[in-house]
């Protein structure tokens, strides 16, 4: 209950001062397990990714944002949960892995951080990894635009991604990383 009371608050909020353009919310799946996979630019992403998105996502979200009080209450109240960046955290990947094997979509910007240029950075593999030992498709999307009142700000979600489509055998984590990168890279400049 939650999470759609805030998506729809925080999408309103959004409507106001963006004028946002979604491409591709058809090819989202219905129902089971998927990682929908973006680049990063702002702290809004996750708002706009729920947006373009009729299913609830649970985010992967940098411990520290959970330190914040007003955006770290809201955060874990739309499901939201930490992860510390720059290590193993197995705390998130154990949650992660049971989010997905549970037929829920998990949200990973797999930049790690945002993107100050609007360049796409290297992609870490833990979204690779976890499609793998889930056995769950990746669901890329690309956001596109400036975050500044009044502009339009677009997300493109591509069609469902199997990992062997990444990499054909044999499978390599990080080529199949890569793969998913400039598959991502390649959807942000579609929307130029």
């Known amino acids: 209950m939650g999470y759609k009371i805030l998506r729809f608050l925080a999408g309103l909020l959004l409507r106001i001062l963006y004028r946002i353009d979604i491409v591709g919310r058809g090819r989202m799946p219905v129902s089971g397990g998927a990682i929908v996979c973006a680049n990063h630019i702002h702290l809004f992403d996750p708002v706009l990714i729920a947006l373009a998105v009729r ?34 955290d197995m705390q998130a990947i154990r949650l992660s892995l049971r989010i997905l094997q549970g037929g829920e979509l998990l949200g990973i910007f797999p930049e790690g951080t945002r993107s100050k240029t609007g360049e796409i950075a290297p992609f870490n593999s833990s979204v690779t990894m976890l499609a793998e030992k889930a056995g769950v498709p990746i669901i890329p999307a690309a956001i596109a635009g400036e975050y500044r009142f009044g502009q339009k700000i677009k997300v493109l979600i591509g069609e469902p991604i199997e990992l062997n489509t990444l990499c054909p055998a044999p499978y390599d984590r990080a080529t199949a990383t890569t793969a998913l990168m400039d598959h991502i890279k390649a959807l942000k400049d579609s929307l130029r």
């Open 55 to 88: 299913r609830p996502i649970r985010f992967m979200g940098k411990a520290e944002l959970f330190s914040w009080p007003l955006v770290g209450y809201l955060a874990s109240m739309a499901g939201a949960f930490p992860v510390k960046r720059g290590s193993a």
